[in-house]
């Protein structure tokens, strides 16, 4: 049977760091195995679920380079979800209920305030045919509930181990609403089913869920896939991540500047038995993946961390990766100016401001009486022509003999003089980049701004 794995979002909201992990984690499964990623909308909430969100979320994992082998919405799937339905109720595991939610409360603040757990007790099982009727001529309309079995579900979890839990501490799970739609359980274990899901990795705020799908699947005559519960990403301070935290959102850290293999390879390595690292192949990634090694402790978001990850990423991408990035960026150079600068970048768009000290103009700084002495030493003393990764050293031997300075002293009020900064690429590698024209010119304008 062919690996197959789904991620099932709610177009109810922007995808974030948070649920992209659930997506990666799937993905890079499916690449390790051979298998099929599938993509399902889960958009039965016709109130809040829009097109723009759906559109959104396809575009996030195509930038990512999650490509799915199939996408497809439950909302064009009712009629499957009805005809499962009609059948669970003719079987008698699906039953009506007729308690309005101020009833229900009232019965769970009763079973709380008794010491019991606040479990549904089934009282419309016991109602009448005649009983029903009347609840119905008054104007009450049902919800459905699915009819839990009796005694305990067990699964070996991919992540968690061996996982146990009694039906009887859980309510019957409402499937159907009042209203007639369905609630997200059902129709996933009728699609987990139809589409032959073989495992299903998602957080461990599912596990309990998990108990109750397995119910159903069984009730339906169908083994059950492979589970697998992550532990999930929190915030700084432990709480859960939102996706209504912009911030976190896939096309805000887009924005901000981080590639989308950084994004993958965080997702693919935090919290888990591997080092948070940077994989420009995630072939490469994928082979190293593995359920098992997946921690079952949260880990805390570090938006920081993201981004030194991403100048990791940046540090080791090569030349005919990189210079189409840029391009898009309207940024153009050579392989040569990418070697020099990457070092010294922790996004893309930062290549632009090396890019402006390389070919632009610079505000030059200002100097001391020492360092003018040395700046007019320097422009005296350029060295020949053709400037290569040799000059720099060569110029400021001559500097340091003719000036006495050295060290600091020395190669500062340069640096200063050459880019406008006191930090960057190393000037070896840089100063051919500048040119003899240029560092000329700026050695003579940083002596003017001087007085």
């Given at each position: 049977m062919t690996t197959t794995?789904?991620?099932?979002?709610?177009?109810?909201?922007?995808l974030h760091i948070g649920n992209v992990r659930t997506a990666v984690l799937n993905w890079l499964f499916a690449l390790k195995e051979n298998g099929r990623f599938l993509l399902r909308l889960d958009?039965?909430?016709q109130l809040r679920s829009r097109e723009e969100y759906a559109q959104a979320i396809i575009e996030d994992l195509a930038w990512l380079g999650i490509q799915p082998h199939e996408t497809f919405r439950q909302s064009a799937r009712l009629s499957r979800y009805e005809e499962v339905?009609?059948?669970?109720?003719?079987?008698?595991?699906?039953?009506?209920?007729?308690?309005t939610e101020r009833e229900l409360a009232l019965k769970r603040k009763a079973a709380l305030m008794a010491g019991r757990p606040p479990v549904y007790d089934r009282a419309a099982l016991k109602l009448t045919p005649e009983a029903r009727k009347a609840l119905?001529?008054?104007?009450?309309?049902?919800h459905w509930r699915f009819r839990l079995p009796e005694g305990t579900i067990r699964w070996q979890d991919a992540v968690r181990g061996e996982v146990e839990i009694d039906l009887a501490t859980l309510s019957d799970p409402v499937l159907i609403r009042a209203d007639g739609s369905f609630l997200y359980t059902l129709p996933s274990v009728i699609d987990d089913i139809d589409y032959g899901i073989t495992h299903i990795?998602?957080?461990d705020d599912?596990?309990?869920?998990?108990a109750v799908q397995i119910a159903l699947f069984q009730a339906l005559g169908a083994t059950p896939p492979r589970f697998a519960h992550h532990a999930l990403l929190v915030d700084k301070d432990g709480g859960p991540l939102s996706k209504r935290l912009g911030s976190l959102g896939i096309a805000d850290l887009r924005k901000q500047g981080l590639e989308p293999e950084t994004i993958v390879s965080y997702c693919g390595t935090v919290a888990s038995a591997e080092p948070v690292r940077p994989f420009l192949d995630m072939k490469e990634l994928a082979e190293i993946f593995a359920l098992e090694k997946l921690s079952r402790a949260p880990a805390r978001f570090d938006e920081e961390e993201l981004f030194a990850l991403n100048a990791r990423l940046l540090h080791a991408m090569p030349c005919e990766m990189a210079l189409p990035r840029l391009k898009a960026l309207g940024l153009e150079m050579d392989c040569h100016a990418w070697e020099v600068i990457r070092p010294n970048l922790r996004t893309l768009a930062e290549a632009a401001d090396w890019l402006a000290i390389i070919r632009g103009e610079i505000e030059p700084p200002a100097l001391t009486e020492e360092e003018k002495n040395l700046i007019e030493s320097a422009l005296n003393n350029l060295p020949p022509e053709p400037w290569d990764e040799t000059t720099w050293k060569t110029w400021t031997s001559t500097l340091k003999q003719l000036t006495g300075l050295k060290g600091r002293r020395l190669f500062m009020p340069l640096r200063r003089a050459l880019t406008g900064r006191e930090h960057g690429p190393e000037m070896s590698r840089l100063l051919p980049l500048i040119g003899p024209e240029k560092a000329a010119a700026r050695l003579r304008a940083a002596l003017t701004d001087s007085g």
């Open positions: 794995v789904r991620f099932a979002p709610s177009p109810t909201g922007r958009d039965t909430d339905a009609e059948r669970l109720k003719r079987e008698g595991l699906l039953y009506p209920c007729y308690e119905e001529e008054a104007g009450r309309v049902p990795i998602r957080g599912h596990v309990t869920n998990t």
